[in-house]
């Protein structure tokens, strides 16, 4: 497209040092570029977010919405949106090809439309490795920042509209690149955009220093940073005023939260701050490594209201040896243990876990160790993976990697126990009277409703909109392998 706008209205000396201040007088830029864009387009702009992974991005994703909303972009449900933003995951390689995959087809789109801005962010650009191919054979990318400079969003958009539509624009020149290696800075107070009004994720630390042998996120996170208690409160407080009764605590490893601040706070003690605050009603946290889970955390679930009967505990191997391999610091013995104090503490919480199948040197005993883990603990549900080789984490460079047969084999029997256990299980609270947060319409029918129990099970029921947000009891009256009939009680 031909310069459609002269882009002339920043002044430099106006530009606040302090954030957010900063990126308020962006968003302020951005308005303006948009509303001028929008004017030649004759049309509203329009953007799209699609978000890969883990909360953690779809948390970051609220945040990019609410700076597009802020500066005049509408929401549009189609990736054919005047701006299109991809929010990356990269903790599994066949996650990096879906990406790839889908920006060609997004290029056709940008083809016919000359106001079009595509954006990456996330994990996955924080590997050089993936910029330099978009920059070789994704040109038409406008836009590329990482996970540490999300909060720049606002100043980041300026940039790539000049770059798209301004002045110095040149053909074939666009792409605005800004990737950090890494950051201790966490901006407060930007615009967040929550997709449900009644439930929010709140970051409470980002980063991981863990460094578990497979895994790609202390690359990509960075080093592990934790919110001021106050300000996870304050945000807290004001999210309960604005209509939420829920919240999910997000982190890479909650259980080490408040070890690097000023005045260092376990989780359990902030769990214990925040159940105090009024109006919220539900708690649940995400994720807990195994070998931080203390006692006084399980002391707090026990004699918590408002925390969620539900525990996400990432297993990963059952066999100690491997463990040790993984890095993880915990044995199978240790993990048993904690899952029998935990059930000894809160009885009827639900346990749900990760386990990778096929890392580097597994043998069949290995893999008949992590069985018996399943068998033992009796997971309500897991999330099973195949070992995805991560260029630059230890365990890419380890010998023996396991031939690819024998892994689908064990992940064909692992995922046939996991599932057999998690319908047995199923089934247990049936006849029961529990609260349930409703949370949508149920897409078929506009008469039934769709909420969870505090251990996260889905439960459909006859019930209007209006329940939505709201925390009801429901009589379980019957169990459909992994979802719960039920009646208003
Ligand atoms: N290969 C397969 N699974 C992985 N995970 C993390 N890294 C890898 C990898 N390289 C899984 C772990 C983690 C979950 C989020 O993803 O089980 O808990
Ligand atoms: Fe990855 Fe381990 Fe950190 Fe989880 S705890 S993000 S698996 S390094």
Redesign the pocket.
Known sequence: MEQKFVLNIIDKKQIPETEPERQYYFMDIAKEYVKQLSEAKGNPLTFHVSTFG?QMNARDSEKLVGILEKVGYVEEDSEKADFVIYNTCT??ENANNKVYGRLGYLNGFKKKNPFMMIGMCGCMMQEPTVVEKIKQSYRFVNLIFGTHNIYKFAELITTAMENSFGPQHKKGMSMTIDIWKDTDKIVEDLPVERKYSFKSGVNIMFGCNNFCS???VPYVRGRERSREPKEIIREIERLVADGVVEVMLLGQNVNSYGKNLETPMSFAELLQEIEKIEGLERIRFMTSHPKDLSDQLIEVMKHSKKICKHLHL?L?SGSSRILKEMNRRYDKEHYLELVEKIRAAVPDIALTT???VGFPGETEEDFEETLDVVRKVRYDSA?T????K?TGTPAAAMEEQVPEEVVKNRFDRLLKEVQTISAEKASALTGQTLPVLIEEQNGQDEHLVTGRLSNNSTVHLPGSADLIGKIVDVTLTECKGFYYIGELS
């Open positions: 883990c903790v599994r497979y895994c790609i990432p990963q990760d386990i990778i999330f993976f195949i070992y995805s991560r």
